[in-house]
């Protein structure tokens, strides 16, 4: 895994991966972190070291990490860890 640090286009590379492999994993973000039980979609639109912002809908969520990413290492780290914490529904 690259440990390129967070940047505008680290955030852009990981945003389109997340949305084009991994749109589940977005969805369950933001039902679970951000609370929103219904939504037609959701899109991770940045990251940043200290959160992920997705467009859900017409609305911006921000989901803070517990931690300040170091870089993008970090960042694909932490991700797994959040969705792995979500309970199965």
């Known amino acids: 895994m690259n440990s390129e640090p967070i940047n505008q286009e680290s955030s852009t590379r990981i945003c389109d991966h997340m949305n084009k492999?991994?749109?589940e994993?977005?969805?369950?973000?933001?039902?679970?972190y951000g609370?929103?039980?219904?939504?037609?979609?959701?899109?991770?639109?940045?990251?940043s070291p200290e959160s992920?912002?997705?467009?859900?809908?017409?609305?911006?969520?921000?989901i803070t990490f517990d931690h300040i990413l170091q870089d993008s290492s970090d960042a694909h780290r932490t991700l797994v860890k959040m969705i792995?914490?979500?309970?199965a529904l």
């Open 21 to 23: 492999d991994h749109e």
């Open 25 to 32: 994993a977005v969805h369950a973000y933001a039902r679970y």
């Open 35 to 47: 609370k929103i039980k219904t939504f037609k979609s959701a899109k991770m639109i940045g990251l």
């Open 52 to 62: 992920i912002h997705i467009k859900v809908d017409e609305q911006i969520l921000e």
């Open 84 to 87: 792995k914490a979500i309970p």
